[in-house]
C-alpha cells in the first residue's frame, strides 16, 4: 500500500476521505496463473492492464505521479513477497485519500492486493436482462473501471438475485444488449461468435479482446462486433460471459428461455480451454501476453 508491504488489518483509509465519501477511484482486476510445470506465475496481460489504470485516471482526473513501470512493479512485488504457488486474483486500486470536497483531484494513493482465487459457482449461469439501464458515455465512462460505476450493476445484480436468477445483463440506453455486471458478453448464432461493440456502453475489457484474437488465429472465427438485440440473445444457440474474474463462464437460459445447445455449448469449450493454455503459458506464440514473477521462464 503506497509502496508499503502491510498486513491485511492495517491496509485502511479514513472514513473521511475522498474515495470513501464520493466513490472517487479506479482499479484494475488482473489474473496471475500458476504453471506447475515450469514452477512459475505468469500475469496475464499486465502491461495492458497498468495502461488501462492510466486512462481511467485520465478520464477521472485524478492527479498522480505514478509511471507504467511502478504500476508493474507494484503487482509483481506483491505476488512476490507473498510466495504464491497457486493461481491468484489482483486487484490494484488508485484511490483519492483527501479528505476534501467532491471536485478534489488529489493526493492519490495506490493499493494491490492478491489473494488465491479459483471461480467457484454454477458450471452454468441462468441469467435475465435487467430492468436497470447500463450507465451511457455521456453519464459515467462505462469504458473504465471506475469504482463508482459498479453501482449499476450492483442494482442488476440485486435485482436479479430476487428474482431467482444467477446473474444478469443490461441493456444500454439505445435498448441494446451491453454487458453483465463486471463481465463482458458473448453469444453464439449459427456458428459465428458475436459481441456488443466497444460503443454499446461497455467496458474495454482485455479479455474480450483476448478472445476475439483466439477465435480469429486458433478457430479460424471472426468475432462480429455488432449491436445485439435482447431477443436475439434469447435465441442464441450459446452465450458466455468473460472477464478476468469471470474468465469463460457459460450461460443456461436469458430470461428463464434455455439455449439451443445445452451449456457449456461446443464454441463456448473451444474457447475456453484455448484461453486457459494461453493463460497459463502453454501457447508460447501468445508468451508476450505473460509476465513472469518469479523470473524462471
Known sequence: MNGRLVPYSEATIHVQSNAV??????????????NESRQELFVFRLGEHCRRLF????????????????LRHSVLETLRKNEYREDVHVRQTAYLAADGNVE??????LAVDARPRKLAGKAALDICVSSWVRIPDGAMPPRIKCSANYQNGRLAFLEAKAGGY?????????????????????MVRGGVPATPPVTADVLESITRTT????????HGLSVAERDIDRTELCVA?????CGSGWEVTPV????????????PGPLTRAIAATYFRAVRGE???????????????
Do not use: C, I
Not at 21 to 34: C, D, H, I, N, P
Not at 55 to 70: A, C, G, Q, V
Not at 104 to 109: D, M, Q, V
Open 21 to 34: 465519501k464520493y466513490g472517487t477511484s479506479v482499479f484494475e482486476g488482473l489474473r496471475a496463473y500458476w
Open 55 to 70: 486512462d481511467s485516471l485520465k478520464l477521472m482526473r485524478m492527479e498522480h505521479e505514478f509511471t507504467l513501470e511502478e
Open 104 to 109: 478534489a483531484t488529489g493526493p492519490t494513493g
Open 166 to 186: 444467477d446473474y444478469t445483463v443490461l441493456l444500454n440506453s439505445r435498448g441494446k444488449v451491453s454487458e453483465a455486471p463486471g463481465a463482458a458478453l458473448f
Open 211 to 218: 478472445l476475439v484474437q483466439l477465435f480469429r488465429e486458433q
Open 237 to 241: 444457440d450459446e452465450a458466455f460471459l
Open 252 to 263: 443456461a437460459s436469458v430470461d428463464r428461455l434455455p439455449l439451443s445447445q445445452p451449456a
Open 283 to 297: 501457447l508460447p506464440e501468445y508468451g508476450d501476453w505473460l509476465t513472469p514473477v518469479y523470473g524462471r521462464a
